[in-house]
């Protein structure tokens, strides 16, 4: 295969704008801010009440000052928040109202990068009489109407970064994506006054540099039409200095303009590509060779703009070293060939292709040479993905049945009677945290996963929520908090442990130090440690549906306090996935009359080899397929299971680059 190259013409990079954050305080319940005010079935403000209420206190005199009393103990009949809903939204987010966002009044600086909308109707709607002018009201109305459109709730909330206020209108900045779905509520009704809402009006210095800008984006965009092949999806990027239409422009006249101009040109592919589809299907190879790079930082950009570039042409460089290609470690994870020729590397240290190869397990060809057929790109691929333990059966180490007996009843109440279970196990020092993990694996074929939105403002994931602050926060403390949260969460039945313990996977081991409650004991007493995985029934109380879920939680058991119950749940953290099938742990193998597990595990390794051999999955798949309960490793009910199913898998289902052959 040819390296991808096209005329000559050099450009380097600089390293892109960091992103900007988005606000912290997201997801959580708020607490009303007057009383007096309701909200109607589709979350829009009714101001009457809180409006009826002002006019009688107008009025003056003792009478005014009976009604107040009456009407204050109505309003508060009327409109006060649940006692769960107030503590849960307190301890959420302590003391503070939902939105949590920038104003951009006073030295606060503008966040560059957000597009900025224009929203009217706030005076004209019953909000306007709230604290504020009803700024926040509108703006929460607009995250959440928004997210909800944009099906986000279980992602990525729409969020307002910044918002000011000017004359009838209130400005809201967001990013380019989330201000495109903010747009889409144009008309939408809100407290009794249709909200319109358009892109901001530019200042006229506002439009002189867009326009200027626009020149330059039509003058990069001129340039990239030459130096894009079509019929090869290539981009020639190769010897940008001697591009008579790049120099007369003064882009390359120093490094640092070389590198905007760099970046510039990712930003327009960016525009004329919307989606990460439409880029992978409109330019699968790139050439940025001989532009004397010596270090891939410079050209980085590209990783982030087109992540599944298929070929990539690096020749007649000045790369001397792997420390010169460090930047290419997990990127291109989609790369199948890659041309390095013509640099200094190859005489200096020609061992780097070990090194690439490792790297880029999809890379098929290097430098014009085949390094791997499919095949074996494939298993380069299976062997980077994670693996799960041995399983080797439960190891359940209890104490005098303490820890059997808590598990049976603990489910059977956490499905009756969750107030009764935590007044049993809890007490004021109890922990409890729940996390949800949207990226499980799971078999493609089974029903879709159930809406994640009655948990997501609870979750604690440690690897999405990033902040301390949000991070303690929903670590629910004390026995009367925990409680309130189990009464909001969703209805759930649990198989039966003595009836189905092939559906659970448990784990008890002994665990010493703990505090001791009575203070008695320095050094800590004796408790117990349990893990359990398993599946339960939820019922959606808004599609009226049942489906599964997944779940693992670990419990630590300790000694209970006088007068109270012989042991306590000193902490529970629970973890919701997708619903997937556990193996069962429990029962026996089933093997094939006379074969051995070595020679049973060799046949089965084999079938999944010939599987995604024949229908281009790769062998994580194939294994699927064949394991499925409905096939049981029989090789032509899994084709014919795929073959219903093909056009329903993932496109990471199948090895990059290869093609069905069924």
Same mark, same amino acid.
């Given at each position: 295969?040819?390296?991808?190259?096209?005329?000559? *013409?050099?450009?380097?990079?600089?390293?892109?704008?960091?992103?900007?954050?988005?606000?912290?305080?997201? *997801?959580?319940?708020?607490?009303?801010?007057?009383?007096?005010?309701?909200?109607?079935?589709?979350?829009?403000?009714?101001?009457?009440?809180?409006?009826?209420? !002002?006019?009688?206190?107008?009025?003056?005199?003792?009478?005014?000052?009976?009604?107040?009393?009456?009407?204050?103990?109505?309003?508060?009949?009327?409109?006060?928040?649940?006692?769960?809903?107030?503590?849960?939204?307190?301890?959420?987010?302590?003391?503070?109202?939902?939105?949590?966002?920038?104003?951009?009044?006073?030295?606060?600086?503008?966040?560059?990068?957000?597009?900025?909308?224009?929203?009217?109707?706030?005076?004209?709607?019953?909000?306007?009489?709230?604290?504020?002018?009803?700024?926040?009201?509108?703006?929460?109305?607009?995250?959440?109407?928004?997210?909800?459109?944009?099906?986000?709730?279980? !992602?990525?909330?729409?969020?307002?970064?910044?918002?000011?206020?000017?004359?009838?209108?209130?400005?809201? *900045?967001?990013?380019? =994506?989330?201000?495109?779905?903010?747009?889409?509520?144009?008309?939408?009704?809100?407290?009794?006054?249709?909200?319109?809402?358009?892109?901001?009006?530019?200042?006229? !210095?506002?439009?002189?540099?867009?326009?200027?800008?626009?020149?330059?984006?039509?003058?990069?965009?001129?340039?990239?039409?030459?130096?894009?092949?079509?019929?090869?999806?290539?981009?020639?990027?190769?010897?940008?200095?001697?591009?008579?239409?790049?120099?007369?422009?003064?882009?390359?006249?120093?490094?640092?303009?070389?590198?905007?101009?760099?970046?510039?040109?990712?930003?327009?592919?960016?525009?004329?590509?919307?989606?990460?589809?439409?880029?992978?299907?409109?330019?699968?190879?790139?050439?940025?060779?001989?532009?004397?790079?010596?270090?891939?930082?410079?050209?980085?950009?590209?990783?982030?703009?087109?992540?599944?570039?298929?070929?990539?042409? #690096?020749?007649?460089?000045?790369?001397?070293?792997?420390?010169? #290609?460090?930047?290419?470690?997990?990127?291109?994870?989609?790369?199948?060939?890659?041309?390095?020729?013509?640099?200094?590397?190859?005489?200096?240290?020609? =061992?780097?292709?070990?090194?690439?190869?490792?790297?880029?397990?999809?890379?098929?060809?290097?430098?014009?040479?085949?390094?791997?057929?499919?095949?074996?790109?494939?298993?380069?691929?299976?062997?980077?993905?994670? @693996?799960?333990?041995?399983?080797?059966?439960?190891?359940?180490?209890?104490?005098?049945?303490?820890? =059997?007996?808590?598990?049976?009843?603990?489910?059977?109440?956490?499905?009756?009677?969750?107030?009764?279970?935590?007044?049993?196990?809890?007490?004021?020092?109890?922990?409890?945290? #729940?996390?949800?993990?949207?990226?499980?694996?799971?078999?493609?074929?089974?029903?879709?996963?159930?809406?994640?939105?009655?948990?997501?403002?609870?979750?604690?994931?440690?690897?999405?929520?990033?902040?301390?602050?949000?991070?303690?926060?929903?670590?629910?403390?004390?026995?009367?908090?925990?409680?309130?949260?189990?009464?909001?969460?969703?209805?759930?039945?649990?198989?039966?442990?003595?009836?189905?313990?092939?559906?659970?996977?448990?784990?008890?081991?002994?665990?010493?130090?703990?505090?001791?409650?009575?203070?008695?004991?320095?050094?800590?007493?004796?408790? #117990?440690?349990?893990?359990?995985?398993?599946?339960?029934?939820?019922?959606?109380?808004?599609?009226?549906?049942?489906?599964?879920?997944?779940?693992?939680?670990?419990?630590?058991?300790?000694?209970?306090?006088?007068?109270?119950?012989?042991?306590?749940?000193?902490?529970?953290?629970?973890?919701?996935?997708?619903?997937?099938?556990?193996?069962?742990?429990?029962?026996?193998?089933?093997?094939?009359?006379?074969?051995?597990?070595?020679? @049973?595990?060799?046949?089965?390794?084999?079938?999944?080899?010939?599987?995604?051999?024949?229908?281009?999955?790769?062998?994580?798949?194939?294994?699927?397929?064949?394991?499925?309960?409905?096939?049981?490793?029989?090789? =032509?009910?899994?084709?014919?299971?795929?073959?219903?199913?093909?056009? @329903?898998?993932?496109?990471?289902?199948?090895?990059?680059?290869?093609?069905?052959?069924?």
């Amino acid at each position: 295969m040819a390296p991808p190259r096209g005329p000559r *013409g050099g450009a380097t990079r600089a390293n892109r704008g960091q992103p900007s954050s988005r606000p912290t305080d997201r *997801g959580g319940i708020q607490k009303r801010k007057a009383a007096g005010t309701r909200q109607d079935i589709d979350g829009d403000l009714d101001m009457d009440s809180e409006g009826r209420r !002002t006019k009688r206190l107008a009025a003056g005199g003792a009478g005014a000052s009976r009604t107040t009393r009456s009407t204050r103990s109505s309003t508060t009949t009327q409109a006060r928040p649940s006692r769960q809903a107030a503590n849960l939204a307190r301890h959420l987010n302590g003391g503070n109202s939902l939105v949590s966002r920038v104003s951009t009044r006073g030295s606060q600086k503008t966040i560059p990068g957000l597009v900025w909308l224009q929203v009217k109707g706030l005076k004209e709607s019953k909000a306007a009489s709230n604290p504020g002018g009803g700024v926040r009201d509108l703006l929460q109305f607009l995250e959440r109407k928004a997210t909800t459109a944009a099906h986000r709730a279980s !992602t990525k909330p729409i969020a307002i970064k910044q918002h000011r206020v000017q004359g009838e209108l209130v400005l809201v *900045g967001a990013s380019k =994506e989330d201000s495109e779905e903010i747009l889409k509520l144009n008309g939408f009704l809100f407290a009794g006054a249709n909200v319109e809402i358009s892109l901001k009006e530019e200042s006229s !210095t506002t439009s002189e540099t867009s326009a200027h800008a626009q020149l330059l984006k039509d003058h990069l965009r001129s340039i990239l039409s030459t130096r894009y092949d079509g019929a090869t999806k290539l981009l020639k990027l190769d010897a940008l200095s001697a591009d008579p239409a790049i120099a007369e422009t003064g882009l390359l006249s120093s490094s640092e303009r070389a590198e905007k101009m760099f970046r510039a040109l990712m930003k327009v592919c960016d525009e004329l590509f919307k989606t990460r589809k439409d880029k992978s299907e409109a330019i699968e190879s790139i050439s940025v060779a001989s532009n004397n790079i010596d270090n891939l930082n410079q050209v980085l950009v590209l990783a982030d703009t087109f992540p599944d570039l298929h070929n990539l042409n #690096l020749s007649g460089n000045s790369l001397s070293s792997i420390d010169g #290609l460090k930047g290419l470690k997990g990127k291109f994870r989609e790369l199948r060939a890659l041309y390095l020729t013509e640099n200094p590397i190859e005489t200096a240290q020609p =061992e780097y292709k070990a090194t690439i190869l490792e790297w880029f397990p999809t890379l098929l060809d290097l430098n014009g040479i085949q390094v791997r057929t499919p095949e074996q790109a494939a298993a380069a691929v299976a062997a980077t993905l994670p @693996q799960s333990f041995p399983q080797n059966g439960p190891d359940f180490r209890d104490a005098n049945a303490i820890g =059997e007996n808590f598990l049976l009843d603990f489910f059977t109440n956490y499905d009756n009677n969750r107030a009764s279970l935590v007044s049993k196990y809890y007490d004021q020092s109890s922990s409890f945290s #729940l996390a949800v993990d949207t990226n499980s694996p799971r078999d493609p074929s089974l029903p879709a996963p159930l809406p994640w939105a009655a948990y997501l403002k609870y979750s604690r994931n440690l690897t999405k929520i990033t902040h301390t602050g949000p991070r303690i926060q929903r670590l629910f403390k004390g026995a009367n908090l925990i409680s309130e949260l189990w009464q909001g969460l969703p209805p759930s039945k649990h198989p039966d442990l003595k009836q189905e313990v092939n559906k659970y996977i448990m784990d008890c081991h002994g665990l010493p130090g703990l505090a001791d409650p009575n203070g008695q004991n320095l050094r800590g007493v004796d408790g #117990l440690i349990i893990t359990i995985h398993g599946e339960f029934d939820e019922f959606d109380e808004k599609s009226g549906t049942t489906g599964k879920r997944s779940f693992s939680r670990t419990f630590v058991l300790g000694p209970g306090l006088p007068g109270k119950t012989p042991i306590r749940v000193v902490s529970d953290m629970v973890t919701l996935r997708a619903h997937t099938p556990l193996p069962d742990v429990f029962g026996a193998p089933a093997s094939a009359p006379g074969t051995t597990d070595n020679a @049973q595990a060799e046949q089965h390794a084999a079938m999944v080899a010939e599987l995604a051999k024949q229908t281009g999955m790769t062998p994580v798949y194939a294994e699927m397929c064949l394991s499925d309960a409905s096939v049981g490793w029989n090789f =032509e009910k899994a084709l014919a299971i795929f073959n219903e199913r093909k056009a @329903q898998l993932p496109a990471d289902a199948f090895v990059a680059g290869v093609g069905v052959n069924i």
